[in-house]
């Protein structure tokens, strides 16, 4: 398995423009977690889903944040309109145990 | 609530010292307890985990931590550092008694661990 891929790896947009990241869980694993960590907040957690739904939003800070994952292999972490204040690097994790290597995003 | 503290912002320690990274925890149950490690530009990666049983707990690349209740204490250790243990190291806390379906790991803020040459 290639373990937990996200896409892209880096993203530069302007503000007010619509971001969407990605996540391909481990095959098999029941829990999917979205993070976000920066230097002044450090790890945050965002929202997770098991089996596909989701449990626990009320990390999500606000209604511009919304997070879908329509199977068991795909989920899309989305932000609309984006803010240069949601720039950090968001990880997604399979599990408790493996992370994916994050998405860097820069609000301009 | 679950909380988690690591006092140290950051830990110097010299090459083919011992090394101990600081976590205690708070939550309303009973905790299992997480150690990570962030290389620059990473994502993290899972270093070891309590359960239950033993409170010494092994992990990867010859770490160690120690679960102490009455303490509420988690600190991670080594007994000899490698240049190449120098990281950011995370402490997270899950309740065991979080309810169905419930994963939600709290995390600590960090500790930069350098080791000197």
């Known amino acids: 398995d290639a373990g937990v891929i996200q896409s892209p790896r880096h993203e530069v947009t302007e503000m007010g423009q619509e971001v969407t990241l990605r996540c391909k869980p481990i095959?098999?694993?029941?829990?999917l977690f979205w993070y976000r960590q920066t230097m002044m907040r450090g790890l945050e957690l965002l929202i997770y889903?098991?089996?596909?739904?989701?449990?626990?939003d009320s990390g999500m800070p606000e209604d511009r944040f919304s997070a879908k994952m329509p199977n068991a292999s795909f989920s899309t972490l989305k932000i609309q309109p984006s803010e240069p204040r949601d720039s950090a690097v968001y990880f997604c994790?399979?599990?408790?145990?493996?992370f994916g290597q994050g998405t860097r995003l820069t609000v301009v | 609530a679950q909380s988690v503290a690591q006092p140290e912002d950051q830990v110097n320690v010299a090459e083919g010292n011992p090394l101990t990274v600081k976590c205690t925890y708070s939550?309303?149950?009973?905790?299992?307890l997480f150690w990570y490690v962030q290389y620059p530009n990473r994502g993290l990666q899972f270093l070891l985990k309590?359960?239950?049983?033993?409170?010494l707990v092994k992990g990867s690349y010859g770490f160690e931590a120690e679960f102490n209740k009455s303490q509420t204490s988690f600190h991670l250790k080594k007994p000899s550092a490698l240049v190449s243990d120098s990281a950011l190291y995370f402490c997270a806390v899950r309740d065991r008694y979080s309810g169905a379906g419930s994963y939600q790991l709290t995390f600590g803020k960090g500790t930069k661990l350098s080791v000197i040459p």
């Open positions: 994790a399979s599990g408790e145990a493996f």
């Open positions: 939550v309303s149950g009973n905790p299992y």
């Open positions: 095959s098999g694993h029941n829990s």
């Open positions: 309590y359960i239950t049983g033993d409170n």
């Open positions: 889903f098991n089996n596909n739904v989701p449990i626990d």
